[in-house]
């Protein structure tokens, strides 16, 4: 927003995640962000609080408050409601309020109302940006979606104000009511998580009936009505968003009473754990006596972030560990998040280093560093060749050329050689 020209103030209860914005420190890793906060602090738009009253006085408030998984499935509300009871004294009369974060729908009605009791008026405005590309996706969205009160021009005006120069590069805008801008958010996700089982769900046939995954979606990437994007095969989608968005979608449509609607997504979700449960199989399939080192390579939910949350890589790194094996793991971004919370794995920053000794070697998070790993310096220092691609990135061929069994989803495992000896 400070970019597009705006003055922008940044409020936060965590006074340390304030303080640090404001020396220009990201919480978290997202390329692109520190110059853009830098840029923020040098023209003087950008400026961070943890105390609400620096508020008073914008004409316009966004709300991106996390609204995580709680222990039902459904999305805790409560730091959102929080934030809003705290906003209230500080609106005033003309004042809009923009709604960022992923709720079920009909809780936007319901803010409305408290917001509107000030004079205020509330827009309900989701983001669709993908963590890795949050910049590109925040400035160049394919769509914007503006949920309002039926008439509500005043608040159109304000956000075509807002947008200005996006909307100037020719960005569609649809304007509809609260419940459906609600929906195009989890909508959106239970489509794409759905598109990612769907494949993956065709690897596990492939995998069965010897058929290769990535031929298979390349042939049905070309059918337009279908598309590429998001058929990658692999370990399955984690991360903040999916897996908490089609339980909360679920959840809601249970309370709507049309719970049915959404059935499928509890078969998407099974997809999607079976192939966490596929590589701690193969893994130990590979490793019967449930002894001795394995390097996990990738901790991080996709490359480009240094989110764990739901991850299936670390998933699949700790249930490992569980079973006896010592697992060494490495990603480069997200070590320390990992060690945070999983103390009981062993971390390197080098991935060279978490194979040294290793007698498995699995990639559960396609990093560019890993697809570019030389398989001869990693055969050089593995104590044994076998390595799982459970994200389809490496050079296959390269890597059996260089002495490797190579074992990857959505194709056959391939019959392990044995010497015999007479
Ligand atoms: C997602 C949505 O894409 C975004 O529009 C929304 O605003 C927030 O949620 P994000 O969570 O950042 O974004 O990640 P995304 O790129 O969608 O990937 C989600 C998961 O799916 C990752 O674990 C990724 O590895 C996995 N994935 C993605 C696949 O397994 N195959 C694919 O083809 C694509």
Redesign the pocket.
Known sequence: MASLGHDVIGIDVDEKKAAALARGEAPFFEPGLPEFLAAGAHTGRLAFSSDVEHARGSSVHFLAIGTPQGVSGAADLSYLFTAVTELLPVLRPGNLVVGKS?VPVGVAAQIAVLVESTGASLAWN?????????IK?TLEPDRMVYGVREGDTAAVAMLDEVYAPLLAGGIPRMITDYATAELV?VA??AF??T??SF??AMAEIAEASGADIDQLADALGQDPRIGR??????????????PK?IRGFMARADELGVGESLGFLREVEGVNLRRRDRVVELALDELPSRSGRVAVLGLA???D?D?VRD??ALDVAARLAAEGLDVVASDPEANEKARASHPQLEYRVDPLDAIVGAELVLVL??WRQFAALDPRAAGAVARQRTIIDA?GCIDADLWRSAGWRVISLGHAVPARVTQLVA
């Open positions: 992923t989701p983001e669709f940006l993908r963590e890795g590309r949050a996706d958010k959106a996700n794409l998580a598109k990612i494949i993956n994007r998001f058929l990658n095969a692999g370990l399955g989608f984690g991360g903040g968003c999916l968005d939910f996709k490359p972030s989110d991850s299936p998070t396609e994200r």
